[in-house]
């Protein structure tokens, strides 16, 4: 049976879009092929979604004319995948790929499909991630606007010119653990302060929550934001004094430029 979506690797990324494509509506179960040679793994799919289609390999018979394929495998399969769906004739190729520019993508393939390269990050498990997405040569506004809608279904969508990939790398590709790592710095400090573990993990972790839906909701900019927080003299402003002092913040920005270095020789 033909599929109107391929997902080439049933890992964390592929099952987190295969997920947020089902429950949002945008296609069905059966229109979905799912390619993973591990059975473990098909098998879990098979239990989660008993009209999906599974295999370890597709077939010209899983490839119609609309046919699309998402590749979701690590860097280093990511070229054989994509020779492999675009061999099969499908009309043109997703991938969520870190490190590997269209080009690389597009040099597999038979002739001059549409390649969208895409950066999301990892709370696209649960619905909140934001996906950068990039054109390679012969993408066209469609393509885009199709690669957008299908990822809308597990976050934010941003479009950018592929050149600004390893940045986006740097930024959101890896900011989750950022920020995780700030979650545990806080817990440490909490239980340091004299507070039990599991409050401290608690506080914690709806601190950030509550503080990153505020930075979403709230018109006021996160310096705006910051000040509300900060009465003069008080324990805020000592706080943030004594993290300015370790120079937190070119910490940070020391880490995304490094983040993105790494991406772009990891690219090459
Ligand atoms: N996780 C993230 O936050 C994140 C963020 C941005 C981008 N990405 C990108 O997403 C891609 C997948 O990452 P992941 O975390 O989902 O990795 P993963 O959990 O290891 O998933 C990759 C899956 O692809 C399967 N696979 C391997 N070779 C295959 C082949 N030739 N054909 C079909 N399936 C094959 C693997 O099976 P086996 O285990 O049997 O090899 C595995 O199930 C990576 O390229 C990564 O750069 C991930």
Redesign the pocket.
Known sequence: MTAELII???????TALLEGIIASGKLGAAQILV????PE?RAMLRLAHDELQLVDSPELGHVGPSTSALI????E??E??TRLAGGLGVRRILS???GISAARLEGTLPGPLPVVRA????PALVGAGVTVISGGSHVTKDDLDWAEDLLRAVGTVVRLPEKHLDAVTGLS?SGPAYVFMMAEALIEAGVTAGLPREIARVLATETILGAGRLLVESDESPEELRAMVTSPGGTTAAALRSLEARSVRSAYIEAVLTAAERSRSLGR
């Open positions: 080439v690797g049933g890992g964390r990324m592929g390619v993973e040679p591990d793994r979701a495998v690590k860097p399969v990511a054989a995948a969520v790929v870190a950066m999301p990050n990892t590709g």
